[in-house]
């Protein structure tokens, strides 16, 4: 098959500069998964990331960051400072044959480089600029410090997220932020739909756009039914375990296995149900009286009285087998439930290595390849999305990308010796 | 259907959507396509297998019919934008009439059970005979290939499967607090519609159609962050970190109980400069003077001490004056908003017009949530072609059956009388 005909090839020939801080990488690394030539203005010091863990080494070398290498891949690295005076002649050569910008950061600092990637659309009428702020470019809240942390905090997804009340219904555990980054994540999948969407724009019209991207309004679209379960019932929903927040209390859908781990087995009280998981009793060797008529009674009675009988048979049942037991036999009876596992168990299952969910990037530090997830669907035969190389070494493209952008090697050495690369 | 003479051009002029999607997943993907301007025609039908269970979904709008299936509030938020027309597949006249529906359209996306469409005799490779152009979105829990091709899945099931559940949460003992929704139906959706747009700038270069197997769990392994390659490094299985950074010496780093039930503020503490401005902010305490706290490292060594005489001096502070007192100093806090705090306290999504009032034909004027980003010149209307919610059940089957089909009134109250349409 082609190289043109991968979906993975779709942006191929689209050249975007990334600069700013490390919270729009995510959008960058989405846009070289499906070909595009994603070049990272990171400056002389490197992206923040490079300073975050986790380590492939003790010594924390900026070099050897998963954080970065996660965020970065496939892109280009130019050590250029993007706010030093001499970058101006190197940003208009390079936005004169590209056709993003993304520009992540504080909404200050990235309003003032907007008024120069103005100018420099002027002069590539076909530039596409997205700036990747917490809040957008205007608003009250738009100087807000913010963190990936606060971000979820006041996008509404930490207030869906956590524990069960206690009996008296007040909540004795705080809401819970689910594992970091997420809000870039929301984000920088919504600069991807932006971007995408403008480059289909410009196909039609030849014009560039900018697009104001905001985190806050990225992450507040996406809590589901929690803001029109407000909007339309006047109601606020509230956090339970390993499960949908609601109104009013839910039965539990995580269940402990016998191997001491956890299974989402979550139940709609249908006839079919009760007899495939009387099945799944039978099969199990666990003793059950789903299909006596005193359990029929008791539904007959008092059905919530039978559905808590009904939930604590599944419990059992789960009891008595591992995790993936009850995932694989549950599935094989139609019921939807999967075991709650590590991400990492992924890595190794037939299913995933069928679909080449992960990809092997290597890590020459470490003298072997490490498994990035790079792919959420295939066309079929191939990753949609992939990878040809990992992340760059800071710095690792400047001579190549500032040559092919016409400098010679003297020009190189001085904007060097003026401090701007 | 959409005018031909829209002054101003959207990203997917002439672009028309085939939309079979269900529920929260599929829609998504199909409401950033009608956001960025595609015709998108959401086929229905009645009976109790096809129906899409989100149009029964609480809360629903005040008054009405008891059985009406347009009063939803999460399938009007979910599905504003589009048209919407019924077919019945299951009869062979319904399916000669949503090939014909496909011949003249740029994009199908569809979420129903595996095989569904085979057992139809709608595949990809049928379908791509009648339109060799078409780009063809299939989204499922698993993915269409691959060992589990039959396993069936919603949202908490790929949550479960991919690891997300499993990373939220404190630690063992405690149990995964996992999403308290369906985050991987936002997140699918967004990346349906990345690949779609992917795709038809390919399309436009190419003029090569293709099939997109989009799977919800590697969604969920895609935004696990760096946790599997972390593993693959140290060989320990993922733990759970409340809300703590693990990444860096952040710290405090967490939610802290404000005054009132239920009231928390999120505070994220990254160096010592905001750990200084945030001890002045709560009127520096005794406590903070501790040399245990004078460093970053030393605040993450003793986090658990901290967490809890951070807790015990904010107590009785009201959230939002706490924020803009620590927000003034430069620290990164945010107070966690429920769904009634965005809708109604928070300035910022008010300003930037984050909600957008949208006429529905049965229920009035509602408000939706909006797009993310703002566009300089491009046109992006969550309120699609028609500019409005979200359609009722058949409400333009004249309009798509006589104008994009060419059927007269009579055969069309035929298809009527027949229990087709």
Redesign the interface.
């Given at each position: 098959m082609s190289t043109q005909a991968l979906l993975s090839s779709a942006l191929a020939d689209t050249v975007i500069l990334e600069c700013g801080d490390e919270h729009g990488e995510f959008a960058g690394v989405l846009l070289a998964g499906l070909g595009a030539d994603v070049i990272k203005l990171e400056g002389k010091s490197g992206s923040n990331s490079r300073r975050l863990g986790p380590f492939t080494t003790p010594d924390r070398n900026p070099e050897h960051s998963l954080r970065f290498s996660r965020y970065n891949l496939g892109k280009k690295s130019v050590s250029l400072e993007v706010d030093h005076p001499a970058a101006r002649d190197v940003l208009e050569r390079l936005a004169a044959h590209a056709d993003v910008i993304i520009d992540s950061g504080e909404a200050l600092a990235v309003a003032r480089r907007l008024k120069f990637f103005r100018e420099l659309q002027k002069a590539n009428p076909r530039l596409i600029v997205c700036t990747f702020t917490p809040f957008g470019l205007d608003g009250p809240y738009r100087d807000l410090k913010m963190t990936d942390l606060t971000h979820l905090a006041l996008g509404g997804v930490m207030a869906s997220c956590g524990y069960d009340p206690l009996a008296d219904g007040a909540y004795d555990t705080p809401p819970i932020a689910p594992e970091m980054w997420q809000a870039y994540h929301i984000a920088g999948e919504y600069a991807v739909i932006s971007i995408t969407a403008a480059l289909n724009y410009r196909e039609l019209t030849g014009e560039g756009d900018c697009i104001d991207l905001s985190i806050h309004e990225a992450v507040s679209t996406c809590t589901e039914v929690a803001i029109p379960t407000y909007i339309y019932g006047g109601a606020v929903v509230r956090r339970q375990t390993g499960r949908h927040a609601a109104e009013s209390r839910t039965r539990p859908w995580l269940r402990r296995t016998r191997d001491g781990r956890y299974v989402k087995a979550f139940l709609f009280w249908s006839g079919r149900e009760v007899r495939v998981i009387a099945e799944m009793l039978n099969e199990a060797g666990v003793e059950h009286d789903l299909d006596s008529d005193g359990y029929r009674e008791l539904q007959r009675r008092s059905p919530s009285e039978a559905q808590a009988h009904f939930s604590a048979m599944v419990d059992k049942l789960v009891a008595s087998l591992t995790a993936e037991e009850v995932f694989h036999r549950a599935q094989a009876k139609g019921l939807l439930w999967a075991s709650v596992r590590y991400p990492e168990e992924n890595i190794d299952d037939p299913h995933f290595q069928a679909r080449g969910t992960f990809q092997p990037i290597a890590h020459p530090e470490l003298g072997r390849a490490l498994n990035y997830p790079v792919s959420v669907a295939t066309d079929g035969n191939n990753r949609a999305t992939a990878f040809t190389h990992g992340a760059p070494r800071l710095g690792e493209h400047t001579r190549q990308v500032l040559s092919g952008a016409g400098f010679s090697a003297a020009e190189i050495a001085t904007l060097a010796e003026r401090g701007a690369l | 259907m959409a005018s031909t003479e829209t002054a101003r051009?959207?990203?997917?002029?002439g672009v028309r959507v085939i939309d079979l999607t269900k529920i929260?997943a599929g829609p998504n993907a199909t409401r950033?396509l009608a956001t960025?301007g595609a015709e998108v025609i959401r086929v229905e039908w009645r009976d109790d297998r096809a129906l899409d269970l989100l149009r029964g979904?609480?809360?629903?709008?005040?008054g009405g019919e008891a059985d009406s299936l347009n009063r939803s509030?999460?399938f009007?938020?979910i599905n504003a934008g589009k048209y919407g027309i019924t077919l019945n597949m299951n009869l062979p006249q319904g399916r000669d009439l949503f090939k014909r529906l496909v011949a003249d359209a740029s994009v199908l996306c569809e979420n129903y059970s595996p095989r569904q469409m085979e057992r139809w005799e709608l595949g990809?490779e049928v379908l791509r005979k009648i339109n060799p152009g078409l780009i063809y979105l299939q989204i499922s829990?698993?993915?269409k290939?691959?060992?589990?091709d039959?396993?069936?899945?919603?949202g908490?099931?790929?949550?479960?499967?991919?690891?997300?559940?499993?990373?939220?949460?404190?630690p063992e003992p405690?149990?995964?607090?996992?999403?308290?929704?369906?985050?991987l139906?936002?997140?699918?959706g967004?990346?349906g519609?990345?690949?779609v747009?992917?795709?038809?700038?390919?399309r436009?270069?190419?003029g090569?159609g293709?099939?997109?197997?989009?799977?919800q769990?590697?969604?969920g392994?895609?935004?696990?962050?760096?946790?599997?390659?972390?593993?693959?490094?140290t060989g320990q299985?993922?733990s759970?970190h409340?809300?703590r950074?693990?990444?860096?010496d952040?710290a405090p780093?967490?939610?802290?109980?404000c005054r009132g039930?239920?009231e928390?503020?999120?505070?994220?503490i990254?160096n010592d400069v905001q750990w200084t401005a945030l001890a002045a902010a709560i009127g520096a305490p005794a406590w903070t003077g501790d040399a245990r706290f004078s460093s970053a490292a030393g605040r993450k060594a003793n986090e658990d001490e901290l967490d809890r005489l951070m807790a015990d001096a904010i107590r009785n502070t009201e959230r939002y004056d706490l924020m803009n007192r620590l927000?003034q100093r430069?620290?990164?806090?945010?107070?966690?908003?429920?769904?009634?705090?965005?809708?109604e306290r928070?300035?910022?999504?008010r300003?930037?017009g984050?909600f957008v009032p949208l006429p529905h034909s049965e229920i009035g004027i509602?408000?939706v949530?909006?797009?993310?980003?703002?566009?300089?010149?491009?046109p992006?209307d969550v309120g699609g072609l028609p500019h409005r919610g979200a359609p009722m059940m058949g409400e333009d089957n004249d309009a798509v059956y006589r104008n994009l089909l060419g059927l007269s009134s009579e055969e069309i109250a035929t298809l009527r009388e027949e229990w087709v349409i």
């Open positions: - | 051009r959207r990203p997917l002029d929260v950033m960025m979904v609480r809360p629903l709008a005040p509030g999460l009007n938020n990809y829990g698993m993915g290939s691959g060992v589990y039959a396993y069936l899945s919603v908490p099931t790929a949550q479960a499967l991919s690891g997300l559940t499993h990373m939220s949460g404190f405690m149990p995964p607090a996992g999403w308290g929704y369906s985050y139906d936002h997140s699918t967004y990346y519609a990345i690949l747009l992917a795709a038809l700038l390919r436009r270069r190419t090569l293709c099939y997109i197997d989009l799977s769990t590697e969604t392994i895609m935004v696990s962050g760096t946790a599997t390659l972390e593993a693959q490094l299985p993922t759970r409340g809300n950074m693990q990444a860096a952040w780093h967490g939610a802290y109980p039930a239920d928390w503020i999120a505070i994220a990254q927000q430069g620290v990164p806090a945010a107070a966690v908003q429920k769904a009634d705090d965005r809708c928070d300035p910022q999504l300003a930037r984050y509602w408000n949530e909006g797009f993310p980003a703002k566009f300089g010149k491009i992006v």
